[in-house]
């Protein structure tokens, strides 16, 4: 059985990304010599991201393949043609994911794509890098929703000025 696990960093005041989807705050903050990405992504089989977050994700990496060795979806309503690198998803979030529960799968983003997801209760795990920065508007983790689930801290990790914190579901 696989597990849907988020993985991300937010500003100090709960952002994703600034207004303009930019990320340059976070790529400014130290974080050390070591972070937990590289341990992370060896146990995840596949990405499942929004629309924004994949084009985004894309321009930063300026066109290269977005991680070659997972399998990447991107859901969305909006684009039609194939993509090098992901396959879309058309369905809503929650049936996809109910429908690959045999794979350990990364939610990249937030906002508008998670929030299903949290109402659905789907989120095994949560690794959360909050960054020393305050960005006052922007593109939040969390929006507002029909959601309320109790977590478990199952540990935390400084890195550099990045503090990571590790949450599983609480046993009901």
């Not at 909006?78 to 109910?98: G, S, Y």
């Not at 794979?103 to 299903?116: A, D, E, K, S, T």
């Not at 949290?118 to 960005?135: F, K, S, T």
């Not at 890195?159 to 609480?170: K, P």
Request: with cysteine.
């Amino acid at each position: 059985m696989g597990k849907v696990v988020f993985y991300g960093a937010i500003s100090l005041d709960g952002y994703l990304a600034d207004q303009e989807d930019d990320l340059a705050w976070l790529f400014e903050t130290d974080t050390g010599v070591q972070t937990t990405y590289e341990a992370f992504f060896e146990t995840i089989d596949a990405t499942f991201m929004g629309r924004k977050t994949y084009q985004e994700a894309k321009k930063l990496l300026s066109g290269a393949f977005l991680y070659p060795e997972k399998e990447n979806y991107v859901c969305s309503t909006t684009l039609i043609e194939p993509l090098p690198d992901a396959t879309i998803i058309k369905e809503d979030p929650v049936t996809f994911l109910r429908a690959h529960q045999d794979q350990n799968i990364w939610v990249v983003g937030g906002g508008q794509l998670l929030q299903p997801i949290l109402e659905a209760d789907l989120i095994d795990e949560w690794y959360i890098q909050i960054a020393p920065v305050l960005l006052g508007a922007g593109k939040r983790l969390f929006k507002e929703g029909s959601y309320l689930s109790r977590l478990q801290l199952a540990d935390t990790t400084q890195m550099g000025q990045l503090m990571e914190l590790h949450y599983i579901r609480a046993a009901n």
